[in-house]
Structure formats: C-alpha cells, structure tokens
C-alpha cells in the first residue's frame, strides 16, 4: 500500500492552505460579505478539483488492492459489513472480529474529521488532517509488514479521515460511483426525452455531472492501477 499512501499523502498536501468555505444555503448567502476576488476563487476551484481527483483514483487503488490481498475494502463499509456478518454466522470470529475493527477504525478516522471541523481554525484543521493522514498512511505501512490485517486497520482509519473531508468540505463522494452514475442517468433519461419535453428543455451537462464523470474515471483509473501492481 506504499503507493496509495503516496498518493494520498500528496492529495491532502495539496490542500494544505486550508480548505474552501462549504456551500451555505441560500439565507445565509444574503447576508454573507462580498465574494473573493476572482483569481483567488478560480484558484480555489482548482485545488478541489485536483484533490477530488487525486481522492477518487487513490480510493480506486487502496479497494482493489485490499479486496485481491485481504478480501476487505479500505472505503466501502457496505462490503466490509456484509463480509464480516456472513463471517459471524458461519462462526468465523477471527475473522468477524477483524471486520468489526475494519469498521471501528474506519469510523474513528470520520470522528477525528467531525472533532477538528467543530473545534479547530480551517488552516489548523488542514494542516491536522495532511499530517494525521500521512502518520495513519505510513503506520500502515510499517505496521502491515508484521500483519496485513493490521496494517489495514490503520488505513481503513486513514480513509475515514479523508472521505469525510471530501464530504463535508468538498461535498463530493468520492469512493462510490453509484450516486454518481444515478446522476448521469438522470441527466442522459432527460437528455433524449424520456422524462417529458419540459424535463428535456431543462436538462443541462453542468459542473455536478462534470465531477461525476471524474469520480468514475479517476476511480476506475485507479482500480486498473492498482490491479497492474497487484499482478506485477
């Protein structure tokens, strides 16, 4: 997993000046001060779109190459619950057990998110998160060459951390497509018509989709990457 903790540790090293405000509602933005300049805007547009980018190929790689490995997921709880239940009822525990810790650490990693974003500055905050995740990355790494299963508890806390800062700063999904392929249908089902004229008139490729097509493409990316050097 050496490679994924490159890649994430350069994903949070970007975003290292701290992140974008969130989007406010609308009764907030009324009373808000005046937007940033437009350089200073468009340069924060581009940071989050590198790191939503760096985010979705590195959470293609760390799925892959755990499933192929250790039949467990870095990012997909869905699959580790499912995995760790069907261990229980065939009386596995050992493994129940680990899936159960795969979990935990996952969710310590969304607490660490949730306690900095409620109590730290932005700037301290992000500079937190880039060296917290690099720390969990490369415990993983040293921890794992003893026991995969336990160098994958510290990367499954790691991935906590970031996923929630791609939710709750970048407000964007990152390690799962199937939103993201909901929204795309959605656009192609107006888009051809089959949802009434009005629906087709409204129907626009925007931003949204545009980031969707990304998280596909830079997941998958990293999904293939991560195969290859399984393989190799």
């Given at each position: 997993?050496?490679?994924?903790?490159?890649?994430?540790?350069?994903?949070?090293?970007?975003?290292?000046?701290?992140?974008?405000?969130?989007?406010?509602?609308?009764?907030?933005?009324?009373?808000?001060?005046?937007?940033?300049?437009?350089?200073?805007?468009?340069?924060?547009?581009?940071?989050?779109?590198?790191l939503i980018a760096l985010l979705s190929f590195n959470a293609g790689v760390a799925d892959v190459v755990l499933f192929k490995k250790h039949g467990c997921?870095?990012?997909?709880?869905?699959?580790?619950?499912?995995?760790?239940?069907?261990?229980?009822?065939?009386?596995?525990?050992?493994?129940a057990r680990f899936f159960a810790a795969m979990i935990v650490s996952y969710l310590a990693g969304c607490s660490g998110q949730r306690i900095l974003d409620?109590?730290?500055?932005?700037?301290?905050?992000?500079?937190?998160?880039?060296?917290?995740?690099?720390?969990?990355?490369?415990?993983?790494?040293?921890?794992?060459?003893?026991?995969?299963?336990?160098?994958?508890?510290?990367?499954?806390?790691?991935?906590?951390?970031?996923?929630?800062?791609?939710?709750?700063?970048?407000?964007?999904?990152?390690?799962?497509?199937?939103?993201?392929?909901?929204?795309?249908?959605?656009?192609?089902?107006?888009?051809?018509?089959?949802?009434?004229?009005?629906?087709?008139?409204?129907?626009?490729?925007?931003?949204?989709?545009?980031?969707?097509?990304?998280?596909?493409?830079?997941?998958?990316?990293?999904?293939g990457a991560g195969h290859y050097f399984c393989e190799a």
């Open positions: 997993m050496r490679a994924a903790s490159v890649l994430c540790g350069l994903a949070l090293a970007s975003a290292w000046r701290g992140p974008q405000p969130r989007v406010k509602p609308l009764t907030l933005r009324r009373a808000a001060p005046a937007a940033p300049p437009a350089p200073v805007a468009a340069a924060g547009n581009k940071v989050q779109k590198r997921f870095a990012t997909m709880m869905t699959g580790n619950l499912i995995k760790g239940t069907c261990a229980l009822v065939d009386a596995k525990f050992a493994d409620q109590r730290a500055t932005p700037r301290t905050k992000s500079r937190v998160i880039a060296l917290a995740t690099f720390l969990l990355f490369r415990c993983s790494d040293v921890f794992g060459g003893a026991s995969a299963r336990r160098g994958a508890l510290w990367l499954a806390a790691g991935f906590g951390l970031v996923n929630a800062v791609s939710v709750d700063v970048l407000l964007t999904i990152t390690w799962m497509l199937t939103i993201h392929m909901q929204k795309l249908t959605n656009y192609a089902t107006d888009a051809v018509g089959l949802s009434g004229a009005k629906a087709k008139a409204s129907a626009k490729f925007g931003p949204v989709l545009r980031r969707s097509c990304v998280v596909l493409a830079l997941f998958a990316a990293g999904v």
